[in-house]
C-alpha cells in the first residue's frame, strides 16, 4: 500500500504520517520496528557533490598575489569563488568575482553544473587586472 505508492522512499516519519492519513492507528516506534523486521528503510537525501578534487601532483599554477588580498585601486585584483545550495531537484551553483578594493560582487552567475569555465561568464575584466581563482 504504502511502500508501493511512493517507491520505497518513505523513512519512519513519513511513513507513519501516511499511516495515520489512512486512518490505521499505530504508534510512531511500532512503525519503526515494523519497518525494521520487513527490512524496510528510507531513502537519504544523498551526500554533497564533489567540489574540489584533490591534484596528483604538484600544484604548478602560481599564486599570483602572494596571498595578500589588497588592492590599491578599484578593478586591480579580483577574486573568484562558488558555492552551492541543494534544492528539490538537485545542486545549484553560484560563481562569482568580487572587486578585491570594493570587497563588493561585482558579477554573478547561477549554474545547474560546476565548470570552471563559469567564472568567465561572471567576469569580464579590464586589461591590467589580476584574476584569482583557488581550485574551482
Given at each position: 500500500?504504502?511502500?508501493?505508492?511512493?517507491?520505497?522512499?518513505?523513512?519512519?516519519?513519513?511513513?507513519?504520517?501516511?499511516?495515520?492519513?489512512?486512518?490505521?492507528d499505530?504508534?510512531?516506534?511500532h512503525?519503526?520496528?515494523?519497518?525494521?523486521?520487513?527490512?524496510?528503510s528510507?531513502?537519504?537525501?544523498?551526500?554533497?557533490?564533489?567540489?574540489?578534487?584533490?591534484?596528483?601532483?604538484?600544484?604548478?599554477?602560481?599564486?599570483?598575489?602572494?596571498?595578500?588580498?589588497?588592492?590599491?585601486a578599484?578593478?586591480r585584483?579580483?577574486?573568484?569563488?562558488?558555492t552551492?545550495?541543494?534544492?528539490?531537484?538537485?545542486?545549484?551553483?553560484t560563481?562569482?568575482?568580487?572587486?578585491?578594493?570594493?570587497?563588493?560582487?561585482?558579477?554573478w552567475?547561477?549554474?545547474?553544473?560546476?565548470?570552471?569555465?563559469?567564472l568567465?561568464?561572471?567576469?569580464?575584466?579590464?586589461?591590467?587586472?589580476?584574476?584569482?581563482?583557488?581550485?574551482?
Amino acid at each position: 500500500m504504502c511502500i508501493s505508492e511512493n517507491y520505497g522512499v518513505y523513512g519512519v516519519r513519513k511513513m507513519w504520517h501516511a499511516l495515520q492519513r489512512q486512518g490505521i492507528d499505530i504508534g510512531r516506534e511500532h512503525t519503526a520496528r515494523l519497518m525494521r523486521s520487513a527490512g524496510l528503510s528510507g531513502k537519504g537525501k544523498g551526500g554533497a557533490p564533489v567540489t574540489t578534487r584533490q591534484s596528483k601532483g604538484l600544484d604548478l599554477r602560481p599564486d599570483l598575489v602572494n596571498r595578500e588580498f589588497k588592492a590599491l585601486a578599484p578593478n586591480r585584483l579580483w577574486v573568484a569563488d562558488i558555492t552551492y545550495v541543494r534544492t528539490r531537484k538537485g545542486f545549484v551553483y553560484t560563481a562569482f568575482v568580487t572587486d578585491v578594493f570594493f570587497w563588493r560582487i561585482i558579477g554573478w552567475v547561477l549554474l545547474d553544473s560546476m565548470r570552471t569555465s563559469s567564472l568567465v561568464t561572471a567576469s569580464t575584466k579590464p586589461g591590467d587586472c589580476v584574476l584569482m581563482k583557488q581550485r574551482v
